[in-house]
C-alpha cells in the first residue's frame, strides 16, 4: 500500500508537471507580452543588430581641408588621405569657420588644417603641424580619421627622412635600413576584420537571451498576480499543490523555448551574416544547458517582485547596458571597481558572455572555459534554492489567504442562516 501511495504521488506530480508545462506553453502564445519577448524579440533583435554591424567598419568619412599652405606637400598629404579607404575629401574650405559650419551641418565629420609655414618648416628641416578635428559623437568616424592621418604622416615622414638620408648613405636600400630597423608585422587575432560585429555581437547575443527572458517571465508572474484574487504568485489550483511540480513544470517551458532561440541566435545568425563562429555545435549545446538553467532560475527568482505586468520593464530593462558593461567585454576587468565584480556575479550573463567569447571568438574548449562553466552551474543551483524558497513562501500565503477566506465566507453564510431563522414566524 505504501509503494502504491508513492507511486500515485509520483504520478500525480509529473501529471501536475505535465499539466503546468503545457499552461505555461499555451499562455506563452495567447499572451502578445509573453510571446513577444519569448518569441519575436529574440528573433527579430540578433537580426536587428547583425544587419546594423554587418559592414564592420565605417568607410568614406566625409571631410574637409582647409589648406592655407597651397603647396605640393600640403596637397600630396590630402590626397593620400582621400586615397584611403577610410576617408573621402568631400570639399576644400577657404577658411576654418566655413569648415566650422559645414561640420555642424553634418555634411563632413572632420577637418583637416594646413597652416601656412606647413612647406617651410619641411623644407627647411624643421617639424611642420598639421592639425585634425574629429567629430566626437561619431565614434568610428573619429577612429578613421585620426588612425588615416597618422598613417600618411608616418608615410610622408618616411619619404622626406629618406631624401634627406639619401644624400649621406652608399645605397637607397642603407637609407631605408636607417630608417626603419626593425621591421613590425601588424596580425590581428580574433578579429581579423577590426570591425565592430565581431567585437560585440557574441556578447550581445548572450545578453538579449537573458534579459528577454527575464522580461517573458516576469510579464508571466505580473499576468498570473493581475488574474489571481489574492494578488499571489501561485494560483488557487489542485495542480498547483507542489513546489516541484511548479518549478519543474515552469522552468521546463522556459528552458525548451530558449533552446531554440539560443541555437538560433548563435548558430544560424552569424553564418547569415558571415560573422567569425569558431565554436562547435556540440560545444553550443554544452554552454546553452548551464546558462539557460541559471538564466531562467534566476527569473524566476526575480518574478517575485513583479506585483503588475508593467513592473518587469522598469525593473530589467535599465539593466541591460551595466550588465554589458561590467562582463570586461569593453572595459578592460581589472578596471572596474571590486564591488561592481561583486554585483556583477549576480547575473548569468557575467560569466556567460565571458565563457561564450572564449569558445566562439578565441576557437577555445569548454576546458578552457571550465571556471565560468563551473559557475554557471553553481549559479544554477543556488538559484535553483531560492526559487524554491520563493515559491514555498508563495505557496503558504496562497494557503494562508485561502483559509482566511474560506472562514470568511462560513461565517457569511452562518451570519445569513441565523437571519433567515430569525425572520420566520
Not at 350 to 364: K, P, Q, V
Request: net charge positive; glycine share 6%.
Amino acid at each position: 500500500m505504501r509503494e502504491q501511495g508513492l507511486l500515485k504521488t509520483i504520478s500525480q506530480g509529473i501529471h501536475d508537471m505535465c499539466y503546468i508545462w503545457w499552461l505555461e506553453m499555451r499562455n506563452t502564445v495567447k499572451d502578445e507580452g509573453v510571446l513577444l519577448f519569448f518569441i519575436i524579440v529574440p528573433l527579430a533583435y540578433p537580426l536587428l543588430y547583425s544587419w546594423i554591424y554587418t559592414n564592420e567598419v565605417v568607410r568614406e568619412v566625409p571631410i574637409a581641408v582647409v589648406d592655407q599652405a597651397h603647396s605640393n606637400e600640403s596637397r600630396e598629404f590630402a590626397r593620400l588621405m582621400d586615397g584611403s579607404p577610410n576617408i573621402k575629401v568631400r570639399t576644400y574650405a577657404a577658411n576654418m569657420e566655413d569648415a566650422k559650419s559645414l561640420m555642424g551641418k553634418q555634411v563632413v565629420h572632420g577637418i583637416l588644417f594646413f597652416p601656412k609655414d606647413f612647406s617651410e618648416k619641411i623644407n627647411r628641416g624643421e617639424q611642420a603641424h598639421v592639425s585634425a578635428y574629429c567629430d566626437m559623437s561619431l565614434m568610428l568616424g573619429y577612429k578613421a580619421l585620426y588612425e588615416t592621418a597618422t598613417e600618411v604622416s608616418f608615410e610622408m615622414s618616411g619619404k622626406i627622412q629618406l631624401r634627406a638620408s639619401s644624400l649621406t648613405s652608399i645605397t637607397r636600400r642603407d637609407s631605408e635600413l636607417t630608417l626603419n630597423p626593425i621591421k613590425i608585422d601588424n596580425v590581428p587575432i580574433f578579429n581579423p576584420t577590426g570591425g565592430y560585429g565581431n567585437f560585440l555581437l557574441p556578447g550581445v547575443l548572450i545578453l538579449i537571451l537573458q534579459q528577454t527572458m527575464l522580461l517573458g517571465i516576469g510579464l508571466a508572474a505580473g499576468t498570473v498576480r493581475e488574474n489571481n484574487k489574492f494578488r499571489d504568485l501561485v494560483p488557487v489550483s489542485k495542480h498547483f499543490n507542489g513546489i516541484f511540480r511548479i518549478i519543474l513544470g515552469k522552468g521546463l517551458c522556459y528552458f525548451m523555448i530558449y533552446m531554440v532561440m539560443g541555437m538560433f541566435a548563435l548558430r544560424v545568425v552569424p553564418r547569415i551574416f558571415d560573422f567569425t563562429t569558431l565554436i562547435s555545435v556540440g560545444d553550443t549545446i554544452a554552454f546553452l544547458i548551464p546558462y539557460l538553467m541559471a538564466c531562467t532560475f534566476f527569473g524566476m527568482t526575480i518574478s517575485c517582485l513583479i506585483r503588475y505586468r508593467e513592473n518587469v520593464i522598469l525593473l530589467i530593462v535599465f539593466t541591460s547596458l551595466p550588465l554589458l558593461f561590467l562582463t570586461g567585454i569593453s572595459w578592460p576587468q581589472t578596471s572596474i571597481p571590486g564591488y561592481w565584480h561583486v554585483v556583477s556575479w549576480l547575473a548569468p550573463s557575467t560569466f556567460g558572455i565571458r565563457a561564450f567569447l572564449r569558445l566562439n571568438s578565441m576557437g577555445g574548449t569548454l576546458g578552457d572555459v571550465i571556471t565560468e562553466y563551473n559557475l554557471l552551474y553553481l549559479q544554477a543551483v543556488v538559484y535553483f534554492v531560492t526559487t524554491f524558497i520563493v515559491y514555498r513562501w508563495q505557496i503558504n500565503r496562497t494557503r494562508r489567504h485561502a483559509k482566511r477566506h474560506f472562514s470568511r465566507m462560513e461565517a457569511l453564510t452562518r451570519e445569513q442562516i441565523e437571519n433567515n431563522k430569525n425572520r420566520e414566524p
